[in-house]
């Protein structure tokens, strides 16, 4: 940990803290919250504090990106193992398959599954998939291109190392190497790339939610402040939508510092 620098270090702190503070006060204590709240009441939502939707929202946000994250980093590792594992000209479609699907334009394709889920769910046929689902489906079917990609390059990487080639000498196989001799040395790698996928994930959210096309509920902070961004033109509107703004910027700020930190400490023990 001390050859983590400062910066980096800040922002796991920032997350952290953001991550109990969200689960403290919107999801343990929300009634404590509600009637200590010295922002007083939402005026588009009379019956919530500003604190309570600011808070709850935080909750929100951070659990769609933890979920995203973990899950489009397991769906990449999984890629990028099969294509080390077959090789050749497989291992080739498969990148090239990679490539086209980094491609696209994460916030698009992310509305146009919303769209095709809530449409499927509204004819009875999402199968149980509520919108805390549909949005971590979706932003883990736009982002496992990037983790695949830096997993595959990783192995390539790993497997050139002598003591992988020892032991494909002595007989091991693939699967062998990849569980035995590939993976610990991989693991370090997988939690960076997976926080790598925290700020993207949340920002993917938080612009679906604040034009609308998401149904998040409870409410994310992209979706809380779409809903409440009207609130400026009053007077001390700015009490309700800055908050908010506030936090989102600090919770992608600290998932961003906090992928540097892991990130840096593979290339220094390296």
Not at 22 to 31: H, I, K, N
Not at 128 to 135: A, D, H, K, S
Not at 173 to 195: E, K, M
């Amino acid at each position: 940990m001390s050859r983590v620098p400062a910066r980096a270090r800040f922002g796991l702190t920032l997350l952290i803290g953001l991550g109990v503070l969200s689960l403290v006060a919107g999801r343990l204590f929300p009634e404590a919250l509600a009637s200590t709240c010295p922002l007083g009441m939402d005026p588009t939502r009379p019956d919530r504090t500003v604190c309570e939707l600011a808070f709850g929202g935080l909750w929100v946000s951070l659990a769609v990106g933890l979920a995203a994250g973990a899950l489009s980093t397991l769906i990449g590792l999984t890629v990028a193992a099969v294509a080390r594992l077959t090789g050749g000209a497989v291992e080739q479609a498969i990148l090239r398959a990679v490539d086209a699907v980094f491609a696209l334009p994460d916030v698009l394709v992310v509305m146009v599954l919303q769209l095709a889920g809530q449409s499927l769910s509204d004819a009875g046929m999402g199968g149980g998939l509520g919108p805390f689902g549909l949005m971590v489906a979706s932003l883990a079917l736009v982002g496992w291109a990037g983790p695949a990609r830096m997993f595959r390059n990783r192995l390539a990487t790993l497997e050139s190392q002598e003591y992988v080639t020892a032991a494909r000498a002595l007989g091991g196989g693939g699967v062998h190497l990849l569980r035995v001799h590939l993976w610990p040395a991989l693991r370090p790698f997988a939690l960076a790339v997976f926080l790598s996928r925290l700020p993207a994930a949340i920002l993917t959210e938080s612009t679906v939610s604040f034009f609308g096309i998401a149904r998040m509920e409870p409410m994310s902070l992209g979706r809380y402040l779409g809903t409440s961004y009207a609130a400026l033109i009053y007077e001390g509107g700015g009490r309700v939508v800055l908050p908010a703004w506030a936090l989102l910027v600090l919770l992608v700020l600290g998932a961003s510092l906090a992928s540097q930190a892991l990130q840096s400490a593979p290339r220094r023990a390296a």
